[in-house]
């Protein structure tokens, strides 16, 4: 249960590839076992190599999820989000922009993202926590795509015009995908891929006859006109599960990105010992 994955990938203007990685440890309780952000580096988007670190303690924060690293349009900074527990809930952090992902400060990072109270005490509940943000600028607004805690993990939408100030899209009570199908004890969203017409929208889910559907996490595709709505294209079954499952098959937080006329996806998968690691993938694309 030492695991490496959660990835999210930029790219700087010399063409290196920048990652930003969970990194697990099997000696902390569940929920909290994320003990560093690592930034990593590379040249050819395959083999990458090590250049900062964001512990735990340095935040201070109990456990991290997954990141979210981005290039800012305008400016070319980098700026990244992570998610964590703060004050016994789970929010979306933020931290300081850097000109490179190897001088982000730990000490910077401060929730953007926090539970939403009810609009009035006889409403819909709403997610007790957020976490997983899978963040991009598209038309015309920043998009913050994330897991909220609704008793089950739902995918819910927040909008913003600086990347700090955030809102929700839509109703706050209602997620984007619905708890059907095979991904009826969890829908999450996992990333978001720019297409000539719309978005390939990518998400993940557990059915809750599968094992141990907490973990045993498949992904399916949907399609996005707006990311405003989105439409199930994978509603019967998974898209993609672990090619090498050991206890289960996950195949998980992916980020999705092109290179060229390739689409780069790199994802956390299963391995046979049961051991989750990133590996990459690369698919030619016939349109853009």
């Known amino acids: 249960e030492w695991w490496a994955g959660a990835p999210s990938v930029t790219r700087d203007d010399s063409g290196s590839f920048w990652m930003a990685a969970r990194m697990r440890t099997a000696d902390a309780p569940l929920g909290l076992r994320g003990y560093e952000i690592r930034i990593y580096r590379s040249e050819d988007g395959v083999r990458f190599a090590p250049v900062h670190s964001i512990r735990r303690e340095d935040v201070p924060i109990a456990g991290f999820?997954?990141?979210?690293?981005?290039?800012?349009?305008?400016?070319?900074?980098f700026r990244l989000y992570g998610c964590g527990p703060v004050d016994g809930r789970w929010c979306i952090i933020r931290f300081d922009d850097a000109d490179r992902p190897d001088r982000f400060v730990p000490s910077s990072a401060r929730p953007v993202i926090m539970a939403l109270p009810r609009a009035e005490p006889a409403g819909p509940a709403t997610p007790s926590g957020y976490k997983d943000p899978v963040v991009l600028w598209a038309e015309g607004m920043w998009h913050c795509f994330v897991i909220g805690i609704l008793g089950l993990e739902q995918t819910f939408q927040f909008v913003s015009e600086n990347g700090d100030t955030w809102e929700p899209l839509g109703p706050a009570a209602?997620?984007?995908?619905?708890?059907?199908?095979?991904?009826?004890?969890?829908?999450?969203?996992a990333s978001v891929l720019p297409l000539g017409v719309g978005y390939l929208f990518v998400y993940e889910g557990s059915s809750a006859e599968w094992r141990d559907p907490s973990y045993n996490i498949a992904t399916g595709l949907a399609y996005s006109p707006d990311l405003r709505k989105v439409v199930d294209l994978t509603p019967d079954e998974p898209f993609l599960v672990s090619p090498t499952p050991g206890r289960l098959h996950v195949w998980r937080y992916s980020h999705w990105t092109w290179v060229g006329d390739t689409i780069y996806v790199y994802a956390e998968v299963e391995k046979m010992n049961g051991a989750h690691e990133i590996r990459v993938f690369r698919l030619p694309a016939l349109l853009r």
């Open 65 to 77: 999820e997954r990141p979210a690293l981005i290039r800012l349009p305008e400016s070319g900074r």
């Open 174 to 189: 209602r997620s984007l995908l619905a708890l059907t199908g095979w991904h009826n004890y969890a829908v999450r969203p």
